[in-house]
């Protein structure tokens, strides 16, 4: 079964094709017109995603060598209401054509699910520690559709901790990939920076960001690479205790990452360095793509969870795990 997958969540329009081999094509198209901004305008990333849709669905059809899918995914949510309506009505207009299921899907699903479409991949139940721009969770995915929250964030996002950064250290925006780079000549022991936990799972990231900016204050004259480099060694410090404890907690030590922040090399290294069963999709598949929203249309429909109404409508806030 080839699954069409179409992801407009945000200020990527992106499309592709998953079959029973995986991965047949995979188009995304990052909107440049945000960056003069420092951050994604939603009406113009509406705008750019209804001029590229057609041209990007197109490409990764034309990519898997197929003229028209078995079934078509899109996401519903969470993320910019109009954005997503753009993909989304797209989406549902194109199954109507083919005479084919639609499937509305979770873009957070998408991310924690990534993780299936390489060898090896995890078995059920895993782990998955989700970490986008929005969203800092760790969930026990125990099926296809069935995910237990076991830890998150009290505030912000870690994703957000990394752009508000960067913005602090004069780089631009999304700062994510910037401190990335920025680090790798850095001191990850120069600066010790708080490591705020919070309760027995938890974790807050909004103290951290704080904690750089007195730091900046106090000491003009500081290394950008260190602060870069000590900053990431905190986030990842944090993520790592938070998840160690939720494997303890639960007996599974099969741990899958997910989300745009999964893409951070430090994060990388010290999640393969920890002793756990660690599982990472690769780099470009963490950042936002279509490939894990065709992913999960075909896992949903292999494992007899059903098309979706084409009454379904945009979430821009869903919780992964209910209905659409
Ligand atoms: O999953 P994503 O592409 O979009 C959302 O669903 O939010 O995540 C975007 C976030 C941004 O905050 C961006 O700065 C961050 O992921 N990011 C990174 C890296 N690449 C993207 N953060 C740290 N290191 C990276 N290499
Ligand atoms: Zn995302």
Not at 123 to 132: D, I
Not at 298 to 315: F, K, N, Q, V, Y
Request: charged fraction near 15%; hydrophobic fraction near 50%; charge should be neutral.
């Amino acid at each position: 079964m080839n699954v069409l997958g179409i992801e407009t969540s945000c200020d990527e329009t992106a499309a592709s094709v998953v079959g029973v081999d995986g991965v047949r094509s995979d188009v995304v198209y990052g909107q440049a017109v945000h960056a003069a901004f420092g951050g994604v305008v939603p009406e113009l990333a509406s705008r750019a995603h209804a001029e590229q849709i057609v041209a990007v669905v197109r490409a990764a059809l034309q990519n898997a060598g197929i003229e028209r899918p078995d079934a078509v995914a899109a996401t519903a949510g969470p993320g910019l209401v109009g954005a997503l309506l753009v993909g989304l009505s797209f989406g549902k207009a194109a199954a109507v054509g083919w005479g084919v299921p639609f499937v509305a899907i979770n873009h957070l699903e998408g991310h924690l699910l990534s993780c299936l479409l390489d060898r090896p991949a995890p078995e059920f139940p895993f782990l998955a520690l989700l970490v986008s721009g929005g969203h800092t969770t760790v969930y026990l995915a125990e099926g296809v559709g069935r995910y237990r929250t076991l830890a998150e964030t009290v505030d912000d996002a870690v994703g957000e901790a990394f752009d508000k950064v960067a913005r602090l250290l004069g780089l631009g925006y999304p700062g994510g990939p910037h401190i990335d780079a920025l680090a790798t000549s850095g001191d990850p022991r120069a600066i010790a920076f708080p490591r705020p936990r919070v309760g027995e799972l938890d974790m807050s990231f909004s103290g951290l960001k704080t904690a750089v900016r007195n730091y900046l204050l106090a000491h003009p004259g500081a290394p950008p690479a260190d602060v870069a480099a000590s900053f990431q060694a905190a986030v990842a410090d944090v993520l790592l205790d938070r998840v160690r404890r939720a494997a303890k907690l639960t007996g599974v030590d099969r741990v899958a990452m997910g989300g745009g922040v999964a893409a951070n090399s430090f994060l990388r290294a010290s999640l393969a360095a920890s002793g756990l069963r660690v599982f990472l999709p690769p780099r470009a598949r963490c950042t936002d793509n279509a490939a894990m929203i065709a992913n999960v249309g075909r896992l949903r429909l292999l494992a007899g969870l059903g098309a979706d109404s084409l009454e379904t409508t945009a979430h821009p806030r869903w919780p992964v795990g209910s209905a659409a």
